[in-house]
């Protein structure tokens, strides 16, 4: 998260003045327009450390200093946090050493456990964040003499790496010293092996958390300790009963998450656990399909992984392997923080202000990755025929444009980020497609079986093009493989696909009845799950 610095603060504290004033000499002439802040824009993966930072400056009480409050949302997360859920308490907690919730530097100014931990920071060590005393004024005219600006004084906050004794250092260099002095050796990558693991989980499980509170959009009142799914039934309740009678049980189902290269980077592993926990937390463990180089790294991590191949082979390897179980294939990315679903009255207008009141209107719910899938597949088994077996969620982050339209599409294009296979289907995935082989899956379903079922109110908080490991890598700076995938829809699929003409190297899908009509079979297959 980049913070805001106080330079940003008097810039636009100066403009946001003028700006009011404007707006207040205009009101007479035309009425002024509302704006609400997006709590989307403003919810990082570090806004849970910039929330206590924030907070220890202010309390300091400090005039030398300014700073910006962060987000209501995560400061209220950040309170709730107890102190053995944050990245800066031990990894292994000594006997005999120091509680963290005792820790105080030499001079007795206490230490907040920190919501961050230094990579190279022992497993029995711990990370904090102080208060600092302001500027002398001899201090203030010495640094002004070597040419900064001291209008505004120091920082306020101070990183502490403090040793299972409680001694509190502020540098690695004397930090490692003492830990030489205590251990009798140097500081080694295995000493803080623990520390790494425990820091990714932890920060996945409140990236998640944030993530859900931002659905909630809890900017106000009273927020429980952690905020979890809503429940399945009154979730299921959208469903009539004739399509609840068509819920898959969990055990039904399989679950795969195609990753590659991204089990020894931090952000890497917070984003694995990230969606690690939400499956299991639903009950459900996946198997992770992966580059055989990384095998041992994800495996390592404790998860369930095998060999996958390139993209499009580890697809086709999860779909067969759910075939050879019996079950229903369901494929993640490896990056989804959360998972929503808005019920509500459609828009009276295609318009954008009709189209966003009634997403606005519109309850929302927070669901689990394994709710979604039973969702979608009681949708599929229920629907009219010709039966889908593709289903999957709305492409984008928000759904308020499709707000005028029905809920369920039935010839439209379904993401590769979460998508549904159900039974009785042989379609696999185009080997020599390398990127958008999902536009390319989502065409050979509607031939082979009439149709899918894309649920335009369910949405995903997910990582897209800047994410490494995975497809992205498959993307080159020029554009070249993308431009190379997108001639082979077109040759495939003639007429189904034009160029998108907000962004460059998309394609924007408009299905056209293929000259070949749906092979037969399609619609006798489509009829097995008519009673589910």
Request: glycine share 8%; with cysteine.
């Amino acid at each position: 998260l980049k913070r805001w610095h106080s330079l940003h603060v008097l810039r636009f504290g100066t403009m946001a003045k003028a700006m009011r004033a404007s707006a207040s000499r205009a009101s007479g002439v035309m009425k002024k327009k509302a704006v609400r802040k997006s709590v989307k824009n403003l919810i990082r993966k570090t806004s849970l450390r910039t929330a206590l930072v924030a907070n220890i400056k202010a309390k300091a009480g400090r005039k030398d200093i300014n700073f910006a409050a962060a987000p209501k949302i995560a400061d209220k997360t950040q309170s709730t946090i107890a102190l053995e859920e944050r990245a800066g308490y031990p990894a292994k907690l000594s006997k005999g050493a120091v509680n963290p919730k005792d820790w105080k530097t030499y001079s007795g100014v206490k230490i907040e456990v920190d919501f961050a931990r230094a990579p190279w920071l022992p497993d029995t060590w711990g990370q904090g964040v102080k208060k600092t005393a302001a500027l002398t004024a001899t201090a203030r005219k010495a640094r002004e003499k070597n040419g900064l600006n001291m209008k505004v004084g120091g920082g306020g906050i101070l990183t502490t790496y403090v040793a299972p004794d409680g001694k509190s250092f502020f540098h690695k260099g004397t930090s490692q010293k003492h830990f030489l002095k205590v251990e009798g050796r140097p500081m080694t990558a295995k000493d803080c092996i623990e520390g790494k693991l425990r820091v990714a989980k932890l920060q996945a499980a409140q990236q998640v958390h944030l993530a859900r509170a931002q659905i909630k959009d809890l900017s106000s009142g009273r927020q429980p300790e952690m905020i979890g799914t809503d429940k399945d039934e009154t979730f299921f309740k959208i469903l009539s009963p004739s399509e609840r009678r068509c819920l898959p049980k969990t055990a039904d189902l399989y679950f795969a998450v195609v990753s590659a290269r991204r089990a020894t980077s931090p952000e890497g592993v917070r984003d694995i656990f990230m969606v690690q926990t939400q499956l299991v937390e639903a009950g459900a463990t996946p198997t992770w399909y992966v580059d055989k180089d990384s095998l041992h790294d994800y495996q390592s991590l404790g998860l369930k992984a095998v060999v996958g191949g390139k993209l499009t082979e580890a697809r086709n390897k999860a779909l067969q392997d759910a075939r050879k179980l019996g079950k229903v294939c369901i494929q993640c990315s490896d990056d989804i923080s959360a998972w929503e679903y808005r019920d509500g009255k459609p828009a009276k207008e295609r318009s954008d202000e009709a189209n966003n009141a009634a997403h606005a209107a519109a309850r929302r719910y927070i669901i689990s990755p394994v709710a979604a899938a039973k969702f979608i597949t009681a949708k599929m088994r229920s629907a009219d025929n010709p039966k889908p077996k593709l289903g999957g969620v709305y492409m984008l982050g928000s759904c308020s444009r499709v707000f005028h339209a029905d809920p369920f599409a039935r010839q439209h294009f379904i993401l590769g980020d979460f998508f549904v296979v159900d039974l009785h289907s042989k379609v696999n995935f185009d080997p020599q497609m390398t990127l958008k082989e999902d536009y390319d899956f989502t065409c050979a379903h509607i031939k082979a079986h009439g149709s899918v079922m894309r649920c335009n109110r369910m949405t995903l908080n997910v990582k897209h093009y800047d994410n490494g490991g995975g497809a992205c890598t498959n993307r080159d700076k020029k554009g070249e493989e993308e431009k190379r995938n997108i001639e082979i829809l077109q040759k495939k699929w003639p007429g189904c696909f034009r160029s998108n003409p907000k962004r460059k190297n998309e394609v924007i899908m408009r299905w056209k009845k293929c000259q070949e009509e749906v092979p037969r079979g399609s619609a006798r297959i489509g009829t097995m799950f008519q009673k589910c």
